[in-house]
């Protein structure tokens, strides 16, 4: 069974950053996507990143330029670090996993998911 763990959530005044971990254990398989999500009160849970087996990263527009995903395979840890953040940016942060060759962007792709972290940037 896939778990999955976050940390390092706080708050943050705008233009500052934070660096999101992701402990992952469990997975059979190197054969795997995992990305980070997120949700605002109120709103959907919207995709954020995701980092493919092979190391290949993908982020939405919303992100793109200020965050950056990445993974340590020794440590088995995912990784979101975010930089100039936005109030707009304040949400609870999810990693989530799926044995899956291509990664989605599609929550409902995701078969695993962490309790999440929250993320509060103030103005």
């Known amino acids: 069974q896939v778990q999955l763990v976050e940390s390092g959530g706080g708050s943050v005044q705008a233009g500052g950053s934070l660096r999101l971990s992701c402990a992952v254990s469990?997975?059979?398989?190197?054969?795997?996507?995992a990305a980070w999500f997120r949700q605002a009160p109120g709103k959907q849970r919207e995709w954020v990143s995701y980092?493919?087996?092979?190391?290949?990263?993908s982020h939405a527009a919303s992100v793109r330029g200020r965050f950056t995903t990445s993974r340590d395979n020794a440590k088995n840890t995912l990784y979101l670090q975010m930089n100039s953040l936005r109030p707009e940016d304040s949400a609870m942060y999810y990693c989530?996993?799926?044995?899956?060759?291509?990664?989605?962007?599609?929550?409902?792709?995701?078969?695993?998911w962490g309790q999440g972290t929250q993320v509060t940037v103030s103005s």
């Open positions: 469990g997975y059979s398989s190197s054969n795997y996507c």
């Open positions: 980092i493919s087996r092979d190391g290949y990263t």
């Open positions: 989530a996993f799926a044995y899956k060759y291509r990664c989605p962007r599609i929550r409902d792709q995701y078969n695993y």
